[in-house]
């Protein structure tokens, strides 16, 4: 059985007094889910005080990033050395806004994947398509082509500990969410390509969540769909009421 999990994706938003302000909120609204895996993915200057927050509760904490170097001259980068050093247990890769802002490629993404499984982190694992390739009818063919990419140097082991975001791209952010059916079908495509290229044990172990504006209103229309197994939640995950909502859906 495969344990949901739903992470926040906190993007560009808290201070360090804001972010432990938030994470002092939801703490309790959350501890009688134990059912689902609970992660918060603060901004880099507020995980270290966020992880002092988090000791004793059953949040886990996420970064939104990482570098794929353990060390080096690399301006502005956090190695993953580091965020394991701040107790972070997961971190994002591959997020949309990078591979558009940052021009992050799935050759870097990669990189990522293996540094992080290197240090000891969870990786969760972005991928989807624009608006226009779903209209064209090329949304399975985006989202192989990138996990395909995005895996290589990777093996069953590794991929069983990872969680991949299917978040239509379209719908980051907009309000605009994906079809619960369709958001299923993504889930059950990707299911089958780690299955062929991984193996069954993998395809059976791996979690997929849905991400792209979820809300308490619609959570539970994606999180009772067959293979989806939880959330990468973004504007929702900025008040604790409504994230702490969006986790009693998936306990349920």
Known sequence: MRRPI????????????????????????????????VVVCPPFTALHAVAQALAGT?????????????????????????????????VIVG???????????????????????RAGLTPILCVGEQLAEREAGRA??????QLA?????LDGA???????AYEPIWAIGTGRSAQPEDAAAMAAFIRRKIETA???????????????????????????????????VGGASLKADSFAAIVAAAHK
């Open 198 to 232: 991984f193996g069954k044990e993998a395809a059976a172990a791996l979690r997929i969540q849905y991400g792209g504006s979820v809300s308490p209103a619609n959570s539970r229309e994606f999180l009772t769909q067959e293979g989806i197994d939880g959330a990468l």
């Open 58 to 90: 059953r949040i886990a904490l996420g970064a939104q990033n990482l570098f794929w170097e353990e060390q080096g001259a690399f301006t502005g980068e956090v190695s993953p050395l580091m965020l394991k050093d701040v107790g972070v247990k997961y």
């Open 6 to 37: 739903i992470a926040g994706n906190w993007k560009m938003h808290k201070t360090v007094a804001e972010a432990l302000a938030l994470v002092r909120e939801l703490a309790p609204q959350v501890a009688g889910e134990e059912r689902v895996e």
């Open 140 to 145: 399975e063919t985006v989202v192989g082509a």
């Open 149 to 153: 990419a995005d895996l290589t140097g």
């Open 95 to 117: 997020h949309s806004e990078r591979r558009a802002y940052q021009r992050e490629s799935d050759e870097e993404v990669a990189k990522k994947l293996t540094a992080a499984f």
């Open 158 to 164: 590794a991929v069983q500990k990872l969680v991949i």
